[in-house]
């Protein structure tokens, strides 16, 4: 393909900005020029929406083998062990499951990754053309033993810079060490990498931080390695949060059990992203998630998938037409806000807004007519992904708009 091409859309979605009967033209990777109507050398893309192209901020690509996500039902902790038991029964299934998530993550929009990698993965798991997004090595243990092996994954894993970018994701409080948390901040602050942690994530979370108790401390000691000097400090998810906003970008996943004083904390801090997994937290039967409250109160917000095995895909789009469908007092082009640009400032990558941002765009097949703005239908049910551009170039596209644009 060339360095430059020109696409005539119907509809363009930049930030809060919609055009009509545009022609986008792109080159080397980036937006050229936005003209009205359509241009000689155009090539026609039909009635859609071309749109920021959206960021899945938090995933796990090793489980996207999984047909079924693994079953919510019961006790958090019972779906851990299941998920330790999936791993251990399948550690050859690795570098396959990353190449079929992220080509699925194409096919349904998604233009960057926020990845959590553990083990069995290499750099050439990531080395598709078109891969974009942040691989996060995920580091976690208890003991100081544990912790000193950690730290040296997590310096290894930054300093190897080849290939994609690179982040440190300190698991979550009930498997990993404060003291590894802080060693992970003071990587990050050394080499401005992203961090990613879990936190908040259920009520038990909370009560082994509080008391050293509940079905955290039983799982801890299932698998051996529990202590009781582990948890005799009360700790809240504050006291990570205030650990973390000393990193130079921090993402804090899940969140669903924060509180007013901790909401209040992050949305004081502009560096700090909170990434919800609408469907996830569904399965889960969490309570309400405090994602609307974090905005209201200035904080940022972006959106995740999680990973096959809480959730029965990867698509970004179909988080966002299950918030659309779900919550009706929220308009879809804030939905769009948190599912693309948001993701990309979480993520350390530029918003379109800025000169010289590449060119990720979603293609969004749009189910009716095209004459008024797609802005409050865009997450409808009957409309559908139809093509995902990185850097300029096409990644996927269904069959049906490929052929046409390859015969141009």
């Known amino acids: 393909m060339n360095d430059t091409q020109s696409y005539h859309v119907e509809w363009l979605i930049i930030g809060d900005e919609s055009q009509s009967n545009v022609t986008v033209r792109m080159s080397d990777g980036c937006v050229a020029s936005i ?100 691989v996060f090595q995920e580091v976690l243990g ?32 009930y498997s990993t060490h404060l003291d590894l948390v802080r060693e992970s901040v003071e990587i990050a602050k050394l080499t401005n990498c992203p961090l990613a942690m879990h936190l908040a994530e259920t009520k038990a979370e909370l009560e082994l931080l509080c008391q050293g108790s509940g079905e955290f401390r039983e799982m801890l000691i299932d698998f051996g390695v529990w202590r009781d000097d582990l948890f005799q400090s009360p700790l809240k998810p504050l006291d990570y949060l205030e650990l973390l906003s000393n990193a130079p970008c921090s993402l804090v996943i899940h969140g669903n059990y924060l509180d007013e004083r901790e909401l209040k904390f992050l949305a004081s801090q502009p560096q700090m992203t909170l990434v919800y997994c609408p ?37 970004l789009f179909a988080e966002l037409q299950f918030l659309a469908a779900s919550r009706t007092d929220v308009t879809h082009l804030d939905l769009l806000r948190l599912g693309s640009r948001n993701g990309r400032i979480a ?38 992904v139809c093509g995902t551009m990185v850097n300029g170039r096409w990644v996927w596209l269904a069959p049906d708009l490929a052929t046409q644009i390859l015969s141009h």
């Open 279 to 315: 469907r996830t937290h569904a399965a889960f039967g969490h309570s309400e998630h405090p994602w609307r409250r974090l905005i209201d109160l200035g904080g940022r917000v972006a959106i995740g998938t999680d990973s096959r095995a809480s959730n029965p895909d990867l698509s």
């Open 35 to 134: 003209e009205p109507g359509r241009t000689a050398d155009s090539i026609e893309l039909g009635p859609v929406a071309m749109v920021e192209g959206l960021v899945n901020a938090h995933t796990h690509l090793e489980f996207s083998s999984l047909n079924h996500p693994i079953p919510t039902t019961g006790q958090f902790t019972d779906w851990i062990r299941n998920v330790v038991k999936y791993r251990r029964e399948n550690p050859g299934l690795t570098s396959a499951a990353i190449g079929t998530g992220i080509m699925e993550s194409w096919q349904s929009g998604t233009t960057i990754l926020g990845e959590i990698s553990t083990v069995g993965w290499s750099s050439a798991n990531y080395a598709k053309p078109g891969f974009k997004g942040v």
């Open 347 to 384: 993520l350390s990558f530029k918003p379109h807004s800025e000169n010289e941002a590449p060119a990720d765009f979603t293609l969004i097949q749009l189910a009716d007519s095209v004459q008024r703005s797609p802005q409050p239908e865009l997450f409808g049910p009957t409309n559908r």
């Open 142 to 173: 208890l003991h100081p033993e544990r912790i000193r092996q950690q730290t040296e994954l997590a310096r290894s894993h930054i300093t190897d810079t080849e290939g994609e970018a690179r982040g440190i994701s300190p698991h979550a409080p």
